[in-house]
Structure formats: C-alpha cells, structure tokens
Nanobody, 125 residues
C-alpha cells in the first residue's frame, strides 16, 4: 500500500507556471507507475499524464502535450508535474495516483489505484 500527498497548487495568471509534487510513503515507490489526473467542477476526472516505474516512458493527454511535463525522482519518492503556459481551462483539482502498471494508472476505474487528496490549481484570465 502507498499513501500519496500532493502539494504545489495555487492561483496563477494565464501563461504562468506551477510545479506540482506528489510525495509517496513506503519503500516501494519505484515499483509503481504514477499518474496525474484533474477534475474541474461539474466534470469527470480526466487523465493528464503518466510515467512508468523507471521514468523512461511518459504519456500525456492531448490537451496538455507540449505544456506539461511529468517526471519522478525514485530516490525522493516523489513525482512531479511541471505545468507551463497555463490556461484558464487548466483550472481543476489535480490528483496523483499510483498503480502497478501504466494501464492501471491511466484508467481511474481500475482497482489497484491509490489516490492522493488533491491540490487546487486555479488559472485566472
């Protein structure tokens, strides 16, 4: 089992940047694929990005490709989401998740995902 805590959210103007962090408990962080999702008011939770256990493979939603970068530091048990060129439509609560594989991480309905409590990102126009 793994516990996840997100941080780094806040209020930023359009065009600005934020870096989200997600710290994980336990000594098996490197055995989990990791992902980021977001949920805006009145909308379903949507996939943002995912990264393999080694960090070699990364995946992005089309809406964030070229603007967001997911990375991880297995020595620090942390996954990051660097968000650049932010837009008002990026406003949402951002959640990190951990799962045994990229397939599991990318499907929030799949059992085996662990979730953090979320961090609010607000982008003003």
């Amino acid at each position: 089992q793994v516990q996840l805590v997100e941080s780094g959210g806040g209020l930023v103007q359009a065009g600005g940047s934020l870096r989200l962090s997600c710290g994980a408990s336990g000594r098996t962080f490197s055995s989990y694929s990791m992902g980021w999702f977001r949920q805006a008011p009145g909308k379903e939770r949507e996939f943002v990005a995912a990264i393999s256990r080694s960090g070699i493979a990364t995946y992005y939603a089309d809406s964030v490709k070229g603007r967001f970068t997911i990375s991880r530091d297995n020595a620090k048990n942390t996954v990051y989401l660097q968000m650049n060129s932010l837009k008002p439509e990026d406003t949402a609560v951002y959640y990190c998740n951990a799962g045994p594989s990229i397939v599991v991480v990318r499907d929030p309905s799949t059992k085996g995902n662990y979730w953090g409590q979320g961090t609010q990102v607000t982008v003003s126009s």
